[in-house]
């Protein structure tokens, strides 16, 4: 119930500090993830899958981190910002992407087990956030690894803006 509260403060947060259009895929994420949390806690089942999913958190503490590196001006050529973004991506891959596939093999694999409700919500879920990945990942790919070098103190966010320091 923790990760619903988070998902509930950051939705709400986004919403009152009128950034939606900003981070409208941080929005449908909230939705897609936190709806299926709460529709298996509350239903006292296949709580496996919310477990799974929380494998994602992991790459999370590398995106926040690479805000903070930010927010404490750490310039891109940094070895700790250059670390922290490697590390990211690695993780993105194995826990974001990976996490998906263990839960659309799930449903490939026993999805007779559940009703045709859940499925339906969990597919689509998992198409949303597969959506919302790939579009995250290529702004990290860009912005961290592929982006030409830029004057100093100019750093790029994830959304790809530039911020001059």
């Known amino acids: 119930m ?26 449908i994420h909230h939705i897609a993830v936190g709806g299926m949390f709460f529709y298996n806690v509350i239903q006292c089942q296949c709580i496996a899958y919310n477990v799974v999913a929380l494998l994602a958190e992991i790459n999370t503490i590398f995106l926040h981190t690479r805000k903070l590196l930010q927010m404490c001006r750490v310039k891109y050529t940094h070895w700790l910002y250059r670390a922290n973004s490697y590390v990211n991506l690695v993780t993105f891959i194995i826990f974001r992407f990976g996490a998906l596939i263990a839960i659309a093999y799930g449903l490939y694999e026993w999805g007779h087990r559940v009703t045709a409700t859940y499925f339906v919500l969990l597919s689509s879920s998992c198409l949303i956030m597969t959506v919302i990945n790939t579009v995250l990942f290529w702004r990290l790919l860009k912005n961290d690894m592929l982006r030409k070098p830029t004057p100093s103190g100019v750093m790029s966010t994830l959304d790809g803006k530039q911020k001059t320091h």
């Not at 923790?2 to 929005?27: A, M, P, R």
């Open 2 to 27: 923790t990760k619903l509260g988070y998902f509930l403060y950051d939705f709400i947060d986004i919403i009152i500090n009128k950034k939606i259009i900003k981070f409208w895929e941080v929005l």
